[in-house]
């Protein structure tokens, strides 16, 4: 079974302005709420793709019973554990451009943090677990570190997305799959990326660090995707951008789903890239529909 996990869940207000001007009064064109957080947009897609997953992580208030009710009701197991406070509501600003406002979130307390870990230590080897997002504050730097040590004494595969030192931790422990885009593959490493050709040197540094995929995205300049095997770059579908929160979320989601059915990297890859861009494309996450008439403009070439 794949378990995501989403230890910061948010309700996504999407909302679409003309303009923005800060200090005034501003009145939308339109808005929209989904049910957010990397590891819950990772469910969802899973699930619209007929891949059956469950949603773990911390819930609480009338934002955390919406999340719950929204993917119960796209038929999505979950198993949240319920916090005093409310989950948080990330604000998604459309103007010309994209502004996002990530909110904290709920305190996690120490007992909180045992029962996930206890739930945790039940995965077995046939089981992956996706970690993917922000650490609430209130939670320790190492809680990833923490959990995929108990993934690695179980034999649980594991994903990780998430960013700076935290990705860099769980990497002596092999994940499965890494999905940095290129700011937070630079800021690793501690420099400017701007092309897929200056990913390669770094995405094998981290592959020599542990990892066993990585996906690095370029949001419009493509995307990369190198393992002990292969180094591929792929470009992007042209088209119009409605949306892009879950673009990333859904990179993972797709190359899992098509990495499960065919265990052929290419295709996963590829996959991939067209569900990351029929996100882009639609207001709310990507359809199997939608990735299905994008998927042939996805090209992908190899790098000897
Ligand atoms: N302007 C765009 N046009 C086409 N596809 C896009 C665009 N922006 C994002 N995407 C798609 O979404 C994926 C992830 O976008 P990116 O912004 O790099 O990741 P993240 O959401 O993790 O920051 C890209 O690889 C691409 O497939
Ligand atoms: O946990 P973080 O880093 O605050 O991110 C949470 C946000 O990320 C998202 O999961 C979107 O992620 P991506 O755009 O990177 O795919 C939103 O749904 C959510 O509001």
Do not use: W
Request: charged share 25%.
């Amino acid at each position: 079974m794949i378990y995501t996990l989403t230890l910061n869940p948010s309700v996504d207000y999407i909302v679409k302005l003309e303009s923005f001007l800060l200090g005034n009064l501003n009145r939308t064109l339109a808005e929209a709420k989904y049910p957010g957080g990397k590891g819950i947009n990772v469910s969802r897609v899973l699930s619209g793709l007929g891949v059956a997953s469950i949603a773990l992580g911390f819930n609480g208030g009338f934002t955390g019973k919406y999340i719950e009710d929204y993917l119960k009701n796209e038929k999505i197991e979950t198993d949240f554990i319920k916090v005093k406070d409310d989950s948080r509501i990330n604000i998604k600003l459309k103007t010309e451009q994209e502004t996002e406002i990530n909110a904290t979130g709920p305190d996690i307390t120490e007992v909180d943090f045992q029962l996930l870990k206890s739930k945790i230590a039940q995965l077995t080897k046939n089981d992956l677990l996706v970690l993917a997002g922000s650490i609430p504050s209130t939670l320790p730097e190492t809680t990833y570190e923490e959990l995929v040590k108990i993934c690695k004494e179980n034999g649980v595969k594991f994903v990780c997305d998430a960013e700076g030192d935290l990705l860099k931790k769980v990497l002596p422990y092999h994940p499965f799959l890494i999905k940095p885009n290129h700011h937070e593959l630079g800021d690793l490493f501690q420099t400017m990326i701007s092309s897929c050709e200056e990913v390669i040197p770094y995405g094998k540094k981290l592959i020599e660090m542990g990892a066993k995929n990585v996906i690095v995205s370029l949001a419009d300049k493509g995307a990369v995707l190198i393992n002990e095997y292969m180094s591929l770059i792929a470009d992007v579908p042209k088209g119009e951008v409605k949306n892009s929160v879950g673009a990333g979320d859904s990179m993972v989601a797709g190359f899992l789903a098509e990495y499960l059915n065919s265990s052929n990297y290419k295709e996963a890859f590829q996959y991939s890239v067209a569900a990351g861009s029929a996100t882009a494309f639609s207001l709310g996450l990507c359809t199997q529909e939608k990735i299905g008439e994008i998927f042939s403009q996805v090209h992908i070439r190899e790098i000897l």
